[in-house]
């Protein structure tokens, strides 16, 4: 058994795909203060802005290194729904993403929130939020990847959530600590490895 080296200024995680092939039995939604609100075609910016604060902790960066023509392409399809989740006070603190771009299909593309609500049971309220979203007459199949860079819960939290898991990967990419599209501060359990500073 062999390691395989990641290039310098570079990460690697295993991603973990799970699928729902089956409309869950209707439960109560969980009691919660927070509440979704729709983001019509969002601003880029607001979009980005969001992303980051949800995202920065687990070293999201797919949306943040995209061009703005490729994102608005996704964030302003009739096909992709996007939520913001909003406190009490109306300060946007989490993000839902739904993408019914394939047809009879829902991606959970992005579900998260700031890490400050951990373990405070909005995670189950948010992902009953979503599926409740996701299973439309039409859909025949929910799904959703998380990786070993997210919350060290995500998985376990998807599969007690109804979700099977179908197929595993390892990504490699850039750093996105090293290009500045994250403060160099962001997910510190993940060490930064700066090439730069090796030499």
Known sequence: MA???????EIAAVVTSLEMLERPRPRPLPDSPLRLVRWDRPAPDKYRA???R???PWLWFSRLVMDEQRLVAIIHDPGVEIFAVVDPRGIEIGLLELDFRVAATCELSFVGLVPELTGQGHGRWLIAQALMRAWRRDVTRVWVH????????ALGFYRASG???????IESFADPRLSGHLPRDAAPQ???????SRR
């Open 163 to 169: 979700f099977a898991p179908f197929a595993r990967a």
């Open 50 to 52: 969001l992303f980051a």
């Open 54 to 56: 949800v995202g920065a």
């Open 190 to 196: 993940i060490p930064l490895l700066d090439p730069a």
């Open 146 to 153: 998380t990786c070993t860079l997210d919350h060290p819960h």
């Open 3 to 9: 390691l395989i080296a990641i290039k310098p200024g």
